[in-house]
Every structure is written in C-alpha cells, then in structure tokens.
C-alpha cells in the first residue's frame, strides 16, 4: 500500500531539485489571442521597472499587419504616435491620423513595486494560424531600458529568452 502524503513530500521534493523555468516576457498581452482582422483592445502588461529603477516611458512597435491603432491617453503621461512611413501623405478624412508604426507613453513614473497598463486599440493582422510578435522598449529613471523584442526562433520556446516581444497568436478559422 503507497502512503499518499509520503508520495506527495517526495513528488515536492522531486520538483524542488529542477531547475525553475525563466519568466516569459514581463510585459505581456492581456489577450493572447485574437480572431483575424477584427478589433482588439490590446492590454499591454506592465509589471516592474528596470531592476530598481521606475518606468519612465513605454514604447510599443507596431509591426506591419496591425492597422488603425490608437492609443488610450493615461493622466501623468505625454502621448506620442510615430507614423508608419513618414514619407506617407497625411489622410485626407476627417479625424484620421496617419498609419501608427510606433505608439509612445513618456514622462510618467510608475515604480518598481507597482503595476499598471497601457491600452492601444487596433486591427489584428489577417494572417490565420499565425504569431503576431510586438514589439516594446521600457524606459526606466536614470537611462535603464529594457528592450522586449526578442522573438523565438523556429523550435525555440519563448522562456529560453530573457526579453521576449509580448506575442499575440491569431487563431485559425474553426472547421
């Protein structure tokens, strides 16, 4: 007869000898996934500063494919929208804005022990079955910056990389 709690403590201990995995990316997507060429509300997860050292600015790179992006405005935080192509003729409509390539919050102060998130609304990309990678840069007191831009390179799991992009995998339609 096997005693459970004595196959308990030996699984714990088993478990305790491993090594721990890494963290995926510390800034995430709040959603995962996403249906294709439909609106999200892109959530992005901020968690920690740099070591110590409060965020100062946030800075997401929006890779091509994502289209109409705009950005939630955060009280404390100066705004900026970095144009796709620069070389592009402005819109001609009415309360448009060119097409976002690079979205900036700046000059805010969230410290290392807080949490907080920052908003962009935008089309996902039409690619079935695929992994949107994005992009982002934390800006951090005294010059410290973490660049989460890593992508996994084929076969390679996104913990073996220690600033992985925050990811979003656009689902398949279902049969």
């Known amino acids: 007869m096997t005693n459970p709690v004595l196959l308990a403590a030996a699984a714990a201990a088993a478990l305790a000898i491993l090594p721990a995995p890494r963290a995926a990316a510390h800034i995430t997507l709040e959603t995962a996934q996403a ?69 900036a919050w700046r000059g805010g102060h969230l410290p290392n022990a807080h949490y907080d998130e920052f908003v962009i609304r935008f089309r996902t990309p039409n690619t079935p079955g695929e992994t949107v990678w994005i992009p982002v840069i934390q800006e951090c007191e005294g010059g410290l910056r973490t660049e989460w831009t890593q992508v996994p390179a084929p076969g390679q799991r996104i913990t073996d990389l220690p600033t992985p992009a925050p990811s979003l995998r656009i689902l398949a339609p279902s049969r």
Not at 64 to 76: F, H, Q, T, V, Y
């Open 35 to 103: 249906a294709p060429n439909t609106w999200l509300r892109a959530v992005f997860r901020v968690p920690h500063g740099c070591g110590d050292a409060a965020t100062t600015g946030i800075v997401v790179r929006l890779p091509a494919g994502i289209s109409g992006a705009r950005p939630m405005p955060k009280p404390g935080w100066t705004l900026a929208i970095a144009p796709r192509d620069p070389n592009a003729p402005p819109p001609a409509g009415h309360g448009e804005i060119a097409e976002a390539g690079e979205i």
